[in-house]
């Protein structure tokens, strides 16, 4: 069932106001009526109006100039408003109107099916724009409980290889360096590759979650990602980190390190850059993540987030930026890309770092 909207009537004179209700009844809307121009602005403070229709002519305060008022509060910019009025208006007075926000013109005497079908219209679209924004306030919520479950499973996978796979990686090591000399050839074959496979297990538990995010902080994780992708990829990766860059809330670490990982993901896989550079500052309150590469840069597209032309971890960098209030950019710097992420800052106590977990056990 639809839920009902407000609707303001304004008019100075009671008769005029009844009128409007008569026609407007049988429409199943709330009715509100306000007979002065103060008495229509208290109404929208309180209540969230659909639309409003107005008396042009009103002796203490105009239609416009009340329009004009209202148009001030960025609440009711975007709010509908259908004038009334009883003498014909010049195009320069209707130009005014419309210039203050005025959405339709209706003069008297009043055709009832025609003020009953225009304001049908405008409750119908408020009411539709109303249920949209809850759609995408539930939709932005599911998200987030997608990313932090992502997050948490990622963290728990984490452990569950570095725990229980890299502490049977070490008994079977050890158990291997105690086998007797005779057949240390294959007893060093069957070593290195169980040192190997422990590296591995190491490093994966490391992108999943790294430990030194939890313990030490982003700046430490970020700069332990950026030497492994030199190592892993011949890329020329550094971190710039400004002087006394601070700790900040751990949803947010891991967001960060989240869109930089995938941002250096990108210039390993797409680029063809040989440098990279990360750089972390706050600015005016603002984190300010930047992700630059030499590479052979991006398309207009790509940088416009045009649909169809972005794949999962653009979008995935995106929404995780927004989800924090921020703003995702993209810029082909000729050569190469700029990934630029500002998130407004949120700063925890600070804290003294627990010793980083052994990778070893």
Known sequence: MNEKVNILLVDDQPGKLLSYEVILVE????????????????HLLKRDIAM??????????????????????PRFRDTAIIFISGVHLSDDDQLKGYELGAVDYISVPIIPELLRAKVKVFAE????????????????????????????????????????L?????????????????????????????????QQVRNISHLLHPPLLDDIGLCSAIDWYVEGLTKRSGIDAVMDVQPGFPRLAPELETAVYRVVQEALTNVFRHSGARN????????DSKVVIQVRDDGRGISQDVAAFKPGSIGVGVGGMRQRVREFGGELRLEHTHPGTLVEAIIPLEVIPAQIPSAARSLTG
């Open 52 to 73: 409003i229709l107005m008396d042009v002519s009103m002796p203490e305060q105009n239609g416009f100039e009340l329009a004009e008022m209202i148009r001030q509060h």
């Open 27 to 42: 429409l199943g809307e709330n009715l509100i009526k306000a007979q002065s121009g103060r008495e229509a602005l208290n």
């Open 276 to 283: 990279a550079r990360v750089s972390l500052k706050v600015v």
């Open 166 to 198: 890299g502490q049977a990686l070490i008994a079977a090591k050890m158990t291997v360096d105690t086998i007797p000399v005779e057949g240390i050839g294959r007893v060093d074959d069957a070593g290195r590759l169980i040192e190997s496979a422990l």
């Open 125 to 164: 679209l408020h009411r539709k724009t109303r249920q949209l924004e809850i759609l995408n306030r539930e939709m932005a919520g599911l998200t987030r409980r997608m990313i932090s479950v992502q997050d948490e499973e990622r963290r728990r996978i984490a452990r569950e290889v570095h725990d229980s």
